[in-house]
């Protein structure tokens, strides 16, 4: 059963890089995906947390963790540049604390993580450690290896399956919000809109006024276009059914719901305000559009604050939450399924399960974790929080997500019931470019979204079982 599990996973993975076509990039989210304390993204706060993680790993670890020299893999997604400074600082660290482990990284190079991940299992490299994304479907095919209870409890939440956690979380859900030209909205006298009808207005004035863009969007990577479809998502479909995807799987409800055409007419309406040329921008340039004053808004994460900073100290952010149309607000937040993760096959080997594990250790110490969590702009998730450095943008965020009518994590990240088939995630992306390109209507779109839904739930419906084989 576990060998038809990963040939359909393997075959839906190539199948996606095929669909994505041009618009490849790395896998969303995440991560990206609110809880108490968050971290700055200010130039100095990060100068003092890698002088702070420097001075940590200078000295070596007494205590012998492996019986011989022992080396492990690590993959990651690479495509946000603080997130792979940070991941290398780490790893640097690491080696020079631990001698007799070595850790490689294995660069992958921007592109579409998800598939990356999945073409190194098929050509046999699957990693020892990993950012894990797709936590379901490889703790399914029985691919990675729980978690030992020392590391589990160094968490305030984590997701388990069958009792089991695999995955080491790395933060709080991404929230997502409207990032802005502050300056730039106090120059014309704007002001933060506190209703749906008051943001789609504000847009129409920065475009009429035409010295800027009033959004910029990176829709060359597909996972970016995550960001904005979420949020309609949330508006449209979960708003009125949180089981969407479960009802799917029973076929009491598809994707020719009135509430799917909804989302995609609120994308179309939120979209014209584009900027041009957005499906064939990378998300590594939107921070250029924004510091350049080439477009006033962005929907982004927070891990955005430190790369806009990084690009422009002297950048006024501003944020806030895009309420839905019903007057609601909805954000991402909460813990996730996602995070590092080992694999079942090292674990095989003692001495390679016992530096995976370490390395995970290691990372959350509390100057790593507070380097990282202060340059991705993330809130921690650990039980003993790292004593960060507070942007008073990030507090904004804290403070939405406490006040949030709805608080969950992105769409594609739900598990049980309500997870999705591999890869469909991207085939919506894909879909929803075409839509909004108007090369394919709504309705027509409806209907591909069946047609590519019926067949990823033959192998894969958790509800009836099919394709769900619990790790043995």
């Keep these: 059963m576990k060998k038809k599990i990963l040939t359909a996973l393997l075959t839906a993975g190539m199948t996606a890089v095929m669909l994505a076509g041009c618009a490849s990039g790395t896998s969303a989210g995440t991560a990206e995906e609110s809880g108490s304390s968050l971290g700055t993204g200010s130039?100095?706060?990060?100068?003092?947390?890698?002088?702070?993680?420097?001075?940590?790993?200078?000295?070596?670890?007494?205590?012998?963790?492996?019986?011989?020299?022992?080396?492990?893999?690590?993959?990651?997604?690479?495509?946000?540049?603080?997130?792979?400074?940070?991941?290398?600082?780490?790893?640097?660290?690491?080696?020079?604390?631990?001698?007799?482990?070595?850790?490689?990284?294995?660069?992958?190079?921007g592109g579409a993580y998800s598939e990356f991940l999945k073409t190194k299992d098929s050509v046999g490299e699957f990693p020892d450690v990993m950012e894990m994304r797709d936590t379901a479907v490889y703790v399914r095919a029985g691919k990675l290896e729980p978690l030992p209870e020392d590391i589990v409890s160094l968490f305030k939440t984590t997701t388990a399956f069958d009792g089991e956690v695999y995955t080491a979380p790395?933060?709080?859900?991404?929230?997502?919000?409207?990032?802005?030209?502050?300056?730039?909205?106090?120059?014309?006298?704007?002001?933060e809109p506190s209703t749906y009808e008051e943001f789609i207005e504000l847009c129409g004035k920065i475009k009429e006024k035409g010295d800027m863009a009033p959004l910029v969007v990176g829709g060359q990577d597909i996972w970016h276009m995550g960001f904005l479809f979420h949020k309609a998502y949330n508006d449209q479909v979960l708003s009125?059914?949180?089981?969407?995807?479960?009802?799917?799987?029973?076929?009491t409800r598809d994707f020719s719901d009135e509430t799917i055409k909804a989302a995609f007419e609120e994308l179309k309406e939120i979209m014209q305000y584009a900027q041009d040329g957005w499906v064939s921008t990378p998300d590594a340039q939107i921070t250029t559009f924004l510091v350049n004053d080439m477009a006033a808004m962005m929907y982004s994460g927070t891990h955005m604050f430190s790369q806009i900073l990084s690009a422009d100290p002297e950048f006024e952010i501003g944020w806030f939450a895009i309420p839905s149309p019903d007057g609601k607000l909805r954000l991402v937040g909460g813990g996730g399924a996602g995070g590092f993760a080992v694999s079942a096959e090292a674990a095989e080997d003692p001495n390679k399960k016992a530096a995976a594990e370490e390395f995970i250790r290691f990372f959350y110490q509390p100057d790593n974790y507070k380097y990282y969590c202060e340059k991705m702009s993330a809130i921690p998730v650990t039980v003993e929080e790292p004593q960060l450095d507070v942007l008073p943008v990030l507090q904004e965020v804290i403070?939405?997500?406490?006040?949030?009518?709805?608080?969950?994590?992105?769409?594609?990240?739900?598990?049980?019931?309500?997870?999705?088939?591999?890869?469909?995630?991207?085939?919506?992306?894909?879909t929803l470019i075409e839509v909004l390109q108007g090369t394919r209507d709504v309705d027509s779109a409806c209907s591909e979204l069946n047609k590519t839904w019926k067949v990823g739930m033959e192998n894969f419906n958790p509800v009836t079982g099919e394709g769900v084989e619990a790790v043995e």
């Design 43 to 109: 130039t100095e706060a990060v100068t003092a947390a890698e002088a702070g993680t420097k001075e940590a790993g200078a000295g070596e670890s007494t205590e012998a963790i492996v019986s011989q020299p022992t080396e492990i893999t690590l993959i990651f997604a690479d495509g946000d540049e603080g997130f792979k400074e940070v991941m290398n600082s780490v790893v640097e660290k690491f080696n020079t604390a631990y001698p007799d482990i070595t850790v490689i990284i294995e660069p992958g190079n």
């Design 170 to 191: 790395m933060a709080a859900e991404n929230a997502q919000g409207i990032i802005y030209n502050k300056a730039y909205f106090d120059q014309n006298g704007w002001t």
């Design 240 to 251: 009125k059914d949180v089981d969407f995807i479960k009802h799917c799987y029973e076929g």
């Design 399 to 430: 403070d939405a997500a406490g006040s949030a009518d709805d608080l969950r994590p992105m769409w594609n990240g739900f598990v049980g019931e309500n997870e999705l088939p591999p890869d469909f995630r991207n085939f919506m992306y894909k």
